[in-house]
Antibody, heavy 119, light 110 residues
Framework: QVQLVQSGAEVKKPGASVKVSCKAS????????MHWVRQAPGQRLEWMGW????????RYSRKFQGRVTITRDTSATTAYMELSRLKSEDTAVYYC????????????WGQGTLVTVSS | QSVLTQPPSVSAAPGQKVTISCSGS????????VSWYQQLPGTDPKLLIY???ERPSGIPDRFSGSKSGTSATLGITGLQTGDEADYYC???????????FGTGTKVTVL
């Protein structure tokens, strides 16, 4: 069965960077794109970006452009999301989610990783 | 700001029906398929509807989706207490070149 298992909670200081991992299993990793979505406490879902299924092309939300980097290691079937220059407003649960394709829908989600930014 | 607008909350008694609207524009819903997600309290989101009106395996037919023009609708019939959750619509936005989520709707079973 499809599983996305994310790395554990992180506490970071303002200005630091965080890198969250998402280990995929139960399917052919390179056949599906991967999205990253975040949810601040009590807030709605917010799309951050996406990495393509074939070539590692990426697309980021304008809001995070310049601060977010999504990568993947196909040999490890793992996707990564790194967010830099952290601010307190970046405190949120970060999710990876598989793109079910071809019409843009997120069919399997990771369990979420809480990132807390605090001085 | 969100480009997809949903009502903040809807409610109904057990067994009744609720509908949740998702209003967008020609750059998103008007030219793309819509998906719907259910987020139970404290859990990760779950795909309920994809391609505007298709259900993944395991999703009961009490959940249905439709799309007309630049709006989409999620319907839940035979409402159960276990349906109390936040519901989000989502789709690709061609102008933003980004995936966008709706503002979210909290469903309450009275």
């Amino acid at each position: 069965q499809v599983q996305l298992v994310q790395s554990g909670a992180e506490v970071k200081k303002p200005g630091a960077s965080v890198k969250v991992s998402c280990k995929a299993s139960g399917y052919t990793f390179t056949n599906y794109a991967m999205h990253w979505v975040r949810q601040a406490p009590g807030q709605r879902l917010e799309w951050m970006g996406w990495i393509n299924r074939g070539n590692p092309y990426t697309r980021y939300s304008r809001k995070f452009q310049g601060r977010v980097t999504i990568t993947r290691d196909t040999s490890a079937t793992t996707a990564y999301m790194e967010l830099s220059r952290l601010k307190s407003e970046d405190t949120a649960v970060y999710y990876c989610a598989r793109d079910g394709g071809p019409h843009w829908f997120l069919d399997f989600w990771g369990q979420g990783t809480l990132v807390t930014v605090s001085s | 700001q969100s480009v997809l607008t949903q009502p903040p909350s809807v409610s109904a008694a057990p067994g009744q029906k609720v509908t949740i609207s998702c209003s967008g524009s020609s750059s998103n819903i008007g030219n793309n398929y819509v998906s719907w997600y259910q987020q139970l309290p404290g859990t990760d989101p779950k795909l309920l509807i994809y391609d505007s009106n298709e259900r993944p395996s395991g999703i009961p037919d009490r959940f249905s989706g439709s799309k007309s023009g630049t709006s989409a609708t999620l319907g839940i019939t035979g409402l159960q207490t276990g349906d109390e959750a936040d519901y989000y619509c989502g789709t690709w936005d061609n102008s933003l070149s980004a995936y966008v989520f709706g503002t979210g709707t909290k469903v309450t079973v009275l």
